[in-house]
């Protein structure tokens, strides 16, 4: 049983948003992130091969991904500051995945070199549409431990927590409750899907889905801004405070639960941005670093989903998970154009 936010939180410093509005230091967002780390194999393909039907690929690029990777790169791009847990295996792909997250200004300390087991990794498979096809094995996230000192610590600091689900559940179940004891807000991206136990959901607080998603967890049709709104509103009453739903090229729609400010749930709609597909991969999880960096800076979550959407368009554009997750600046010339003079 979860005790309420409130009751036995451990004293938490001021949110960036505060910190900013106070004039004390470090008004930059902190972001935690628990997850995946994959070298990605990219198959680029006129088409992908029917059951026993062999084609020829038209390329192959290794690629730093991985949800968690992915996420804590998008957030640090986005210019946050980025604790990330997460595990490889003591080999080649482990130690580029490293060097590449450092080199983005990601905090890898607490990423545990495995001996014996390989660094994960994920078979990609794009066509000429940009629409991908992913099998990821999981080497070394399969093994994922977290030192629960420096875990506590880091949620403790930090803003918000991102978590997807392609680490074990031992570890998501530890992660939800280490977070509920640091009074620190947990952002769930439950991909891959998977039925989850009921004691999670209230320690979500905002629970980001894309249409396959949101209609496996609601049960209900989800192809529309409609529907995804009714599915939203199911998924609410589960227990976490927001929802949004991803609809590609579709948009998104987002759902805030009644509060002291607002007497009934909150629903807002945004459109997609036109752009020319390239690859869809890294698309949801430039979304989330760009949404929760701008949620923990205090914009709303409707302001938060609009630097969502223009973060995947800029991605979807670029080839790769890592190498397309865009940059603060990129995001923000979409977002707030620079008034033209006459
Ligand atoms: O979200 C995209 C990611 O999913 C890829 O980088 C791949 O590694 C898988 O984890």
Redesign the pocket.
């Known amino acids: 049983m979860v005790a309420p936010l409130s009751s036995g939180a451990m004293p938490r410093p001021h949110a960036a948003a505060d910190r900013a509005a106070d004039g004390l230091p470090h008004s930059v967002a902190r972001v935690a992130v628990v997850g995946?780390l994959?070298m990605?194999v990219v198959l680029t393909l006129a088409r992908v091969p029917q059951v026993g039907e062999t084609v020829h690929a038209q390329g192959l690029r290794y690629v730093p991904?991985?949800?968690g990777g992915?996420q804590a790169v998008a957030c640090a791009r986005h210019g946050a500051q980025v604790q990330l847990f997460g595990s490889v295996g003591r080999d080649h792909h482990g130690n580029a995945l490293r060097l590449a997250l450092h080199g983005d200004g990601v905090d890898v300390e607490h990423v545990e070199v495995h001996e014996g087991l390989p660094t994960g990794s994920?078979v990609?498979l794009v066509e000429p549409d940009g629409q991908n096809r992913?099998c990821?094995v999981p080497g070394a996230n399969a093994r994922l431990t977290l030192p629960e000192d420096a875990l506590l610590h880091a949620l403790v600091q930090a803003d918000f927590l991102l978590l997807q689900l392609?680490v074990p559940d031992a570890v998501i179940e530890q992660v939800l409750q280490a977070a509920h004891s640091a009074g620190c807000r947990v952002v769930l991206n439950p991909s891959p899907v998977r039925t989850l136990p009921s004691a999670w959901w209230p320690m979500v607080h905002t629970l980001v889905v894309n249409e396959v998603e949101a209609a496996a967890f609601s049960g209900l049709n989800v192809d529309s801004q409609q529907s995804a709104e009714r599915a939203a509103r199911a998924l609410l009453a589960h227990g976490p405070q927001q929802v949004v739903v991803t609809l590609g090229a579709q948009g998104a729609v987002a759902l805030c639960a009644a509060g002291s400010h607002q007497a009934a749930p909150v629903c807002s709609r945004h459109a997609a941005r036109q752009v020319q597909v390239v690859d869809t991969?890294?698309a949801?999880?430039s979304f989330l670093g760009a949404m929760v960096t701008r949620l923990a800076e205090g914009c709303t979550l409707a302001e938060a989903v609009e630097w969502g959407i223009a973060a995947a368009s800029l991605c979807i554009g670029v080839a790769g998970?890592q190498p397309s997750i865009p940059a603060r600046a990129q995001v923000e010339a979409l977002v707030q154009p620079a008034t033209k003079l006459e």
């Open positions: 995946s994959n990605d991904g991985g949800k992915n994920a990609i992913i990821v392609e991969t890294g949801g999880d998970a």
